[in-house]
């Protein structure tokens, strides 16, 4: 089976910077589009960032200009540098990946989700 493993969520003051890691492990042919949702309380969970295999990237807007998301795909592991964090950013963060397996095809995984709390 195919894991994600996401590390990197903590708590931090308004302003401050943070850097999250996803990391699958498993067995499969390639990895496609990765990328970073994010669920706060009573919120309908949202796309955070994106990249395909390619290193293509789309952002939501409200991040736009503060978050940064890169992969390696020789360690097929994702990140998301997020600066000048916001209260508003507060949410449990979730790494997404479309991976291509052996008998089975294309299938959408996601992690566990890290916690990032912004606040003074």
């Known amino acids: 089976q195919v894991q994600l493993v996401e590390s990197g969520g903590g708590l931090v003051r308004p302003g401050g910077s943070l850097r999250l890691s996803c990391a699958a492990s498993?067995?499969?042919?390639?990895?496609?589009?990765m990328g970073w949702y994010r669920q706060a309380p009573g919120k309908q969970r949202e796309l955070v960032a994106s990249t395909t295999s390619g290193g293509t990237t789309n952002y939501v807007d409200s991040v736009k200009g503060r978050f940064t998301i890169t992969r390696d795909n020789a360690k097929n592991t994702v990140y998301l540098q997020m600066n000048s964090l916001k209260p508003e950013d507060t949410a449990v963060y979730y790494c997404?990946?479309?991976?291509?397996?052996?008998?089975?095809?294309?299938?959408?995984?996601w992690g566990q989700g890290t916690l990032v709390t912004v606040s003074s």
């Open positions: 997404n990946a479309g991976v291509f397996l052996p008998d089975i095809g294309y299938l959408e995984v």
């Open positions: 498993g067995r499969f042919f390639s990895i496609g589009p």
